[in-house]
């Protein structure tokens, strides 16, 4: 009877949404998926080619750069420069986050709000999150940051949350089927990035908990 528990505690299920491979690949389809539906509403369209591109470079960079994110977390390059990963990844959110701000000065609107507050918010979490306990953590001294007294689950509903009402929003204002469907796509990646984060930051808050015996 002992050994029965022993092995059922040993094999213990895992929920799709707190495995990190799993999330993984559903960010990675999901993106997949708004870069092409997207690119084949617009051909369908009829938008020149040279639009296409325009519109691939520009309104699906963020998830271009979200590919160019994720599709290496599954080789060993990318597992062992994966601090590096993550600083590119902070880097273009700095700048999209900058760029949403000039766009919020040039014309208001409601949208613009909630999509700057998303990208504020991802890149706050993602600081204190992904670079949490590497060499840039300690020089910039980010412990001391009050955003740490937000805790790791908040931020997570606080960017499902915002998604939701921008995935509302943009539901309300579309007047076509293919506008819908990247709008729930976007919002699916957006819950999924936040997730990702979510794990990686509850599995280092884990692996640096002190045990019993007072060793990490």
Same mark, same amino acid.
């Given at each position: 009877m002992e050994k029965e528990k022993i092995q059922k505690k040993e094999v213990e299920v895992v929920e799709w949404y707190d495995n990190p491979n799993f999330i993984t690949t559903l960010a990675i389809t999901s993106l997949a998926l708004i870069i092409i539906l997207s690119q084949s509403f617009a051909v369908k369209n009829? !938008?020149?080619?040279?639009?296409?591109? %325009?519109? /691939?470079?520009? &309104?699906?960079? !963020?998830?271009?750069?979200?590919?160019?994110?994720? $599709?290496? *977390?599954?080789? %060993?390059i990318g597992k062992k420069y994966f601090n590096f990963l993550n600083l590119f990844l902070i880097l273009i959110y700095t700048i999209f986050t900058i760029t949403s701000i000039l766009t919020i000065i040039q014309s208001l609107s409601l949208?613009?709000?909630?999509? *700057?507050? $998303?990208?504020? +918010?991802?890149? =706050?979490? +993602? $600081? &204190?999150? /992904?670079?949490?306990?590497?060499? =840039?953590?300690?020089?910039?001294? /980010?412990?001391?940051?009050?955003?740490?007294?937000?805790?790791? =689950?908040? #931020?997570? #509903?606080? !960017?499902? $949350? /915002?998604?939701?009402? *921008?995935?509302? =929003?943009?539901? !309300?204002q579309t007047s076509t089927f293919d506008g819908a469907v990247i709008s729930m796509l976007v919002t699916a990646y957006t819950i999924l990035l936040s997730r990702y984060i979510y794990l990686y930051k509850d599995y280092v808050d884990k692996k640096n908990k002190p045990s019993k015996k007072g060793t990490k």
């Open positions: 009829n !938008i020149g080619s040279n639009a296409i591109l %325009r519109n /691939l470079l520009n &309104h699906n960079s !963020i998830y271009l750069v979200g590919l160019l994110y994720f $599709i290496p *977390l599954k080789t %060993r949208t613009s709000l909630v999509t *700057l507050g $998303i990208y504020i +918010m991802f890149l =706050i979490y +993602m $600081i &204190h999150s /992904l670079l949490y306990n590497t060499r =840039i953590w300690k020089e910039f001294k /980010l412990d001391k940051s009050p955003f740490n007294d937000i805790s790791n =689950i908040n #931020y997570f #509903y606080a !960017i499902v $949350i /915002l998604g939701i009402i *921008l995935l509302t =929003i943009d539901l !309300i």
